[in-house]
């Protein structure tokens, strides 16, 4: 019987979307094995319908202190005849679940001891899509597709939007405020792509309703979408708008992934360098984001479209 194959990436959203390269070339590595990812719950709607699991598991991330559900993770993890594990996450905490598999099982990874390290000093130094690359290149898989999101699927014809409509993602971590552009700035923006007769559509989480109201309120052209959009919502989207502007943020990397004309804005809490998306992408960095005129995004903008 054919040994299984574990893959870890736990988050966050941008990440995981980089990661999609990647675990297309270990399902294509590893044909006849069952595949199984571990993840995390915001991630597993979108990971079970996708080509490359057989199985999704969910880690509910325990705490050191919580002895019986590491122990419980442990038994899972050891129980689930893996003869090779892929972390993709490269964490401290993917490292404790390196010591918790035990021996006996191959891991490419960072974690001391294991059978196949990523073993370059500036991988913390490289763009998330050649790191992970190389990585697998060290454990065998020596072909890494780029980001292919061509299997979703999702009926977003219920928002009744006609074309043109651009996306906007004025979110982004709550806990990171210098990543975002002011809700002013992205009313601006809104109020001058609504004058040239594209619809601005607002995305974010049922946590962001506030701010995407705070633009709506300024832009009554706009559609609010706040709460509305899942994952596989937002590729669609993707698919069909004129384009998206957002912050560094995990929707902007579906919006380029499913080959939007995006442009995303970095401020210094942020290195493009490592993490911008890839694809018809132009990226724009300004130390303090409240300083972006928004006549430079839609200028960006208008060279992208």
């Not at 442990?74 to 918790?100: C, E, H, I, K």
Request: positive net charge.
């Amino acid at each position: 019987m054919t040994a299984g194959i574990l893959v870890i990436k736990l988050g966050a959203l941008g990440d995981f979307v980089q990661a999609t390269g990647p675990f297309a070339a270990i399902r294509a590595h590893h044909p006849g094995a069952r595949v199984t990812l571990l993840t995390t719950p915001p991630f597993a709607a979108f990971a079970a319908a996708a080509p490359w699991f057989d199985a999704v598991w969910i880690d509910r991330r325990p705490r050191l202190w919580q002895v019986g559900r590491l122990l419980d993770l442990r038994a899972q993890l050891r129980g689930g005849g893996f003869g090779r594990v892929y972390d993709l996450q490269t964490s401290d905490r993917s490292g404790w679940y390196f010591r918790l598999i035990g021996g006996g099982v191959e891991w490419s990874g960072i974690a001391p001891g294991c059978s196949h390290p990523h073993a370059n000093p500036r991988r913390d130094s490289m763009h998330t899509i050649e790191r992970q690359a190389e990585q697998l290149a060290m454990a065998g898989i020596t072909a890494v597709p780029a980001p292919d999101l061509s299997w979703v699927s999702a009926d977003v014809a219920r928002f009744g939007l006609a074309p043109p409509f651009a996306v906007l993602c004025p979110g982004g971590a709550a806990h990171r405020p210098a990543k975002r552009w002011p809700a002013a700035a992205f009313a601006r923006l809104a109020g001058r792509l609504a004058a040239r007769g594209v619809v601005p559509v607002l995305v974010g989480t049922a946590s962001e309703a506030a701010l995407l109201a705070e633009i709506a309120a300024a832009c009554p052209a706009a559609r609010n979408l706040a709460g509305d959009t899942d994952l596989l919502d937002l590729v669609a989207l993707g698919r069909v708008a004129a384009a998206a502007v957002g912050n560094d943020t995990g929707p902007m990397h579906l919006m380029a992934a499913a080959g939007c004309p995006c442009v995303v804005l970095f401020s210094s809490a942020s290195d493009p360098n490592l993490c911008a998306p890839r694809g018809r992408v132009r990226v724009l960095a300004e130390e303090d984001l409240a300083r972006l005129d928004p006549g430079a995004v839609e200028a960006a903008l208008a060279a992208l479209t």
